[in-house]
């Protein structure tokens, strides 16, 4: 786990305070034609992402909206060095054409990638600036931080060893110039939050446990396998909670299960939280569960986060243990940030506030979702756990700087103070868009300057724009207020996530704009129209329908501005034969309309981009419904319309198959008739409903001309209805053709058995984790208690891998971790007691390389129920 971090004065922070933590790495996800089209925007627009010639850029994640929209998130190397704070966005619109970039780096890179000291010089800055017992110091990295919106040359040197207590465990990240040698800051993977708890907080509560024969145990099947444990105050060992009825602890710190229910019982709401309210599968995306260590050390005032898992001390006396639902919840998010923003929110100044702030945000949100009468939700942060000895809370979001030090309103200063202060403004900014600002029923939140006052849009909503903003637009340096990049800020990407949820100019969006300014927080948003003006939308967004048939969706109008005027609704971009009626034909803006559309017997089938344009005696705006025509009944259709073929551009001809049963067959077959002179130049490809990207030829052929061949390709892990996309790319000049007609045969079967195989190639690169599904339909009941997962795997040094099977439910079977030693290559069946899950659902082959030098493949897998 690393993150990099480097701005003069950084300093160490070891408890007291809450604090964030370092990134784990994310394997990309989405797609693969979000991912094309985003790398397709990204070579044509390299000056809106500061590339410079040296730069490369790997996709890290990325997210799909409902209507195609998608946001690629990647990485940055300069000269191959890792850029911290070069991590960028791609936006692409619901048509796949470029919708801009988020960006950190205000200008391309120039610097000298060589450094002038050394990597020992670095080790040694690292050991003077490590306050505590050291036990090791890590090899030095050399990479580019670019947190400022600058870069600079700089060493990373990790030192592990323990805190100045003896208990709290180090993990200090060391950032030094790699030019003069000077320390530039530092982090630590470790955060705590240091108290004096006065009970167990959370009450009478349920909690998912696992019954293994006549015991059960602190693992929770519902929430990924995440286990609840007990250091028995040490520091080291962990042993699962286990009982013989099920009824856990007695309420008090007197039973050393008691405070084991308050930390299972947060990590499950966390969970919870961030996958009802977000959709987010748990902490880290892959529906893995969170472990909690309660009992930590002795006399430990602590509880901590190390990228991986939560862990309480017992307070003082070991008779408050410092487990509380906000506490929980805010340390747990930082790994939702740090698996989100490729690198995490820089942990120093405004980024590192605002990385605290979400975590704060998220926690008081977690609180509130509970809706625990013992805890009930708040504005304040830590106010159970009594951290300042006198009933205070550690922090108040309506008014940050009750507590002396944090930032109520933004200032020049705000960048250079400690992270958990310069949380005050965003912390300020979510309780007036959740409540408005002046006196409130959670207390007074005080305007700064002379902001107007305002009224709250609700704290449902307000999460959910800070969470669309994390998720889709932050950088890793995204400040309050940028002036080399000004639109690299938390300001300009909330009004973004507001236009996503509720429309440009929205009432929502003005909130969004009148609670930064009540904190100070200015911006150079985009003036909103003057006059009357207007959103619409379509739900649902897309459709399919057989030829003679017909579908409905509804056309939702909303006021953005002004006052309210009449739309008329006018519907183009049908295929032949399909007609568009609307009831009524307009509508008072705020109003709705039914948009029907008929297809004719004679249709063609595919899938077409209906533009529905609502014009107004003020305005015109446009939304789009994705028709798609399904093709007759059958597994094999032809698409003989020409399509041409331009020099340096990527085409497609489109096949939508319908009334075909389960999957394609592992013996598909794609016949290709290409007229084209020059056939070296082109790279033809098959691409499946799904988005999945099956390569045919890539530049094979030579100068010969014309393709006329039929390739037998496996589809047998793709559904064989949808609409089905031949892509051919001519990646060079001069010589030009077009697309003659192509025919698909999927050769269907019948719904598989509770068997399947995948057998696509998985690389599995350093230090990565990588999966491969297999869905299963069809069946019924539950798996079998000696089910099978045959696994072949090709890969040196099989020590280095973490093989494991994920259920549909996200519950985690360990087949192996790490052993095998030096030993090559996996070929094995493991037999796996899966009782407890239902077959039918994608299940994964997950594996983890967990060390450097040896790489390989998933080769193939096969699961039987």
């Not at 094979?700 to 089905?724: F, H, K, M």
């Not at 037999?831 to 390989?856: F, H, I, K, P, Y």
Request: charged share 10%.
């Amino acid at each position: 786990m690393r993150r990099s971090i480097a701005i003069a004065g950084a300093a160490l922070l070891m408890g007291g305070v809450l604090l964030g933590t370092a990134p784990a790495s994310a394997a990309p996800s989405g797609s693969a034609s979000a991912v094309d089209r985003a790398g397709q925007a990204l070579s044509e627009h390299r000056a809106a992402a500061a590339a410079s010639g040296a730069d490369a850029f790997s996709a890290y994640r990325t997210i799909t909206d409902a209507n195609g929209a998608a946001h690629v998130r990647y990485t940055r190397t300069y000269h191959g060095l890792r850029v911290y704070g070069g991590d960028i966005v791609v936006h692409t619109s619901s048509t796949g054409a470029y919708a801009g970039t988020s960006v950190g780096l205000a200008a391309p890179l120039t610097l000298s990638p060589t450094a002038k000291t050394s990597s020992a010089q670095a080790k040694a800055v690292a050991r003077q600036n490590f306050r505590g017992t050291i036990t090791s110091i890590g090899d030095s990295e050399l990479f580019v931080d670019a947190s400022s919106g600058a870069g600079k040359l700089a060493w990373e040197t990790v030192v592990t060893g323990w805190g100045p207590d003896r208990q709290t465990p180090s993990k200090l990240h060391v950032i030094s110039d790699a030019v003069t040698g000077a320390y530039l800051g530092a982090f630590d993977e470790i955060e705590t939050v240091a108290g004096t708890g006065n009970s167990i907080f959370s009450g009478t509560v349920t909690v998912d446990t696992t019954l293994s024969g006549s015991t059960y145990s602190m693992v929770d099947p519902s929430h990924g396998n995440g286990r609840t444990c007990d250091l028995n105050n040490g520091t080291s060992t962990c042993t699962t909670f286990t009982d013989t009825d099920n009824v856990w602890g007695n309420g008090t710190n007197s039973n050393r299960q008691s405070a084991g229910v308050d930390a299972h019982y947060g990590a499950a709401l966390t969970f919870d939280y961030y996958k009802n309210v977000h959709g987010r599968n748990g902490i880290f995306g892959n529906g893995t569960g969170v472990p909690s260590r309660v009992h930590y050390g002795s006399n430990y005032v602590n509880a901590f986060w190390d990228g991986a898992q939560m862990t309480y001390g017992d307070g003082s006396g070991n008779a408050n243990p410092l487990v509380a639902i906000d506490v929980a919840g805010h340390e747990m998010s930082h790994g939702v940030t740090e698996n989100v923003v490729s690198g995490g929110l820089t942990y120093s100044g405004e980024s590192g506030g605002l990385n605290e702030a979400t975590s704060d945000i998220f926690g008081t949100s977690v609180e509130f979702y509970a809706n625990n009468t013992s805890d009930p939700g708040d504005y304040l942060i830590g106010e159970e756990i009594n951290i300042n000895g006198d009933g205070t809370p550690l922090r108040w979001m309506y008014n940050p700087g009750l507590d002396g030090a944090s930032h109520t309103c933004w200032s020049t200063s705000t960048n250079s103070v400690d992270v958990h202060y310069s949380s005050g403004p965003a912390n300020h900014f979510f309780f007036n868009l959740s409540e408005g600002t002046g006196a409130t029923s959670w207390g007074t939140s005080p305007l700064c300057g002379s902001a107007p006052g305002m009224v709250g849009i609700g704290r449902a909503k307000a999460e959910k724009i800070w969470f669309r903003a994390l998720d889709v637009y932050f950088t890793s340096n995204t400040k309050y207020v940028n002036t080399t990049t000004p639109s690299n800020t938390s300001r300009a990407y909330t009004l973004s996530a507001a236009t996503d949820l509720y429309g440009l100019c929205s009432a929502e969006y003005k909130a969004v704009q009148a609670a930064w300014t009540a904190v100070n927080v200015a911006g150079s948003d985009a003036a909103c129209p003057a006059g009357n003006d207007f959103s619409i939308s379509a739900s649902p967004a897309s459709g399919s329908v057989n030829p003679g048939g017909t579908l409905t969706s509804t056309i939702s109008t909303a006021l953005t501005n002004g006052s309210a005027q009449t739309i008329n609704l006018t519907a183009s971009g049908l295929p032949s034969g399909a007609t568009a009626t609307f009831s009524p034909t307009s509508v008072t803006t705020g109003g709705s309309s039914t948009l029907t559309i008929a297809t004719a017997a004679s249709t063609p089938a595919g899938t077409y981009n209906v533009v529905v344009t609502g014009t107004g005696t003020s305005a015109t705006h446009t939304t789009t419904y994705a028709l798609t025509v399904n093709g007759p009944p059958g597994c094999s259709q032809t698409n003989a319309t020409d399509v041409t073929i331009p020099d340096n551009t990527t085409v497609e001809s489109l096949i939508t198959i319908s009334g075909c049963t389960g999957n394609a067959g592992a013996g598909s077959t794609v016949e290709v008739h290409i007229v084209h002179t020059y056939i070296g130049d082109l790279v033809v490809s098959l691409v499946a409903p799904d988005g999945t990207v099956y390569t045919l030829a890539n530049r094979a052929g030579g100068s010969a001309d014309n393709i006329d061949t039929t390739y037998t390709v496996n589809l047998s892990s793709e559904v064989a209805n949808g609409t089905w996309r031949l892509r051919v790319q001519d990646a060079a000049s001069n010589d030009t053709g077009y697309i003659n007609s192509w025919t698909l045969n999927l050769t269907s079967v019948a719904p598989p058995t509770c068997s399947g195989t995948n057998g696509s190639d998985v690389t599995i690169p350093d230090n990565t984790t990588v999966n491969s599904p297999i869905t299963i339909s069809g069946c019924t009941g539950n798996a079998g208690s000696t089910s099978t997962v045959e696994v072949h795997i090709v890969h040196t040094y099989v020590g280095d891998l973490v093989v494991s099977l994920v259920a549909p439910d996200g519950t985690v079977y360990a087949l192996r971790n790490r052993t095998g030693g030096s030993a090559d290559n996996i070929d094995q069946t493991f037999t796996v007691n899966l009782s407890s899950e239902v077959r039918n659902g994608t299940w994964n082959l997950r594996v983890q390389d967990a060390a450097s030098v040896d790489t390989g493949y998933i080769n193939s897998w096969t699961l039987t129920l």
